[in-house]
């Protein structure tokens, strides 16, 4: 078995020319976390031949994720899981994908497996990429027959504004399905040689398309790869809520379909927030606040009571207080009543609280 190494510069940058839209920039950065919510979720679908023959399968699954690298916080992310298996022409292939995205379908790290089986001579390609503070590093093993050649390769992030990964495309599909009416985008991808390219997406409209037993109407989108080789396009169908209904890779023998209806996930409608009028309360007039009134002043008076029954002094104290008032007859009652029981307080200096009935005191500035 022979293995090769294919050296490559660290840093690459990208080619002249291509850069993602405006329109693509604005998109991503005003991606919020609700946006996505009725996006994830799991969806299985039929890879059909010309004649309708079922030849595989294709699955896509977006959950709610954490993801945290070494010597970092952990961070919310989505977690996606895609898989495509089933034959062409009597040939077993397939593709796999596995990856963590950031709630702006920036990629933290994705798995893509692809494989041909064919029985004189098989391919098999795994790539890994991962970012590791600005710099997004790929590595990838390509397995042809009893070859193996390995590749690595480095990306500064801050020249990939606009990327979007294979992972990231499935999400960003379903974005653009719910959001309908969109204009001709550009972001940046990778083409099936890991070359740097421009990835366009485009809106088809709509048409009608049977699913199951039911006809329904199904919102188009295209996307088109501009490799330096050969343009790869695929077609795209959804359902108004981001499941897939169909898919098509232009000049392929193989589609795929959905063949039954999924629940469709829609937002859940919040009730209003209920209204209470505002009613002049007259509570002589309200039998039930007259009874809580007359309970409660029942309940002060019985309690008022038992304090004077258990504290026979407070008697002797206030009939103390009125008759000094009444020798006094002061023209601020406050202020002298204030003065009189001063000295019964513990934070309360001893002394002559009536030493002088035009000493200043703090209890005159006290507003009445």
């Known amino acids: 078995m022979e293995s090769a190494f294919t050296p490559i510069p660290e840093t690459l940058e990208p080619p002249t020319g291509k850069s993602a839209s405006a329109e693509a920039l604005d998109l991503l950065s005003s991606i919020e976390p609700n946006d996505l919510s009725l996006c994830l979720f799991a969806e299985s679908l039929q890879t059909v031949s010309e004649s309708g023959t079922e030849v595989g399968t294709f699955t896509v699954s977006v959950q709610p994720a954490y993801y945290q690298q070494e010597g970092e916080e952990e961070e919310k992310c989505f977690l996606v899981h895609a898989s495509s298996h089933g034959t062409v022409d009597d040939v077993p292939c397939g593709t796999s994908i596995v990856a963590y995205l950031t709630p702006r379908l920036?990629?933290?790290?994705?798995?893509?497996?692809?494989?041909?089986k064919v029985k004189s001579h098989s391919l098999d390609?795994?790539?890994?990429?991962?970012?590791?503070g600005g710099i997004l590093e790929i590595?990838?093993?390509i397995t042809e027959g009893e070859q193996i050649q390995h590749q690595t390769w480095s990306h500064d992030l801050s020249a990939l504004s606009g990327f979007v990964s294979e992972a990231s495309?499935?999400?960003?599909?379903?974005?653009?399905?719910?959001?309908?009416?969109i204009q001709e985008l550009n972001f940046l991808t990778f083409d099936g040689e890991m070359n740097l390219c421009v990835s366009s997406y485009r809106e088809l409209g709509w048409r009608p398309q049977v699913i199951g037993k039911d006809s329904v109407e199904v919102y188009g989108l295209e996307r088109t790869i501009h490799s330096e080789d050969i343009p790869v396009t695929w077609q795209y169908y959804f359902l108004p809520d981001g499941h897939l209904a169909s898919r098509v890779q232009v000049g392929s023998p193989v589609a795929v379909r959905l063949m039954e209806m999924p629940i469709l996930s829609e937002p859940e409608e919040q009730d209003p927030k209920p209204v209470f009028e505002k009613k002049p309360l007259n509570w002589e007039e309200d039998a039930e606040l007259r009874s809580e009134f007359l309970d409660r002043k029942e309940?002060?008076?019985?309690?008022?009571?038992?304090?004077?029954?258990?504290?026979p002094d407070m008697k002797i104290l206030l009939s103390d207080?009125?008759?000094?008032?009444?020798l006094r007859k002061p023209e601020d009652?406050?202020?002298?009543?204030a003065e009189y029981f001063a000295p019964f307080s513990l934070a309360e200096e001893r002394g002559d609280s009536f030493r002088s009935s035009k000493r200043s005191n703090t209890f005159q500035n006290i507003p009445k």
């Open 333 to 337: 009652v406050f202020t002298f009543a």
């Open 169 to 181: 495309n499935l999400l960003l599909m379903r974005l653009l399905a719910r959001r309908r009416s």
């Open 125 to 132: 390609k795994k790539s890994h990429m991962k970012k590791r």
């Open 139 to 141: 590595s990838r093993v």
């Open 299 to 311: 309940e002060l008076i019985s309690d008022h009571r038992t304090f004077l029954a258990r504290h």
């Open 321 to 326: 207080f009125m008759q000094f008032l009444l």
């Open 106 to 116: 920036e990629t933290l790290e994705q798995h893509l497996h692809e494989y041909i």
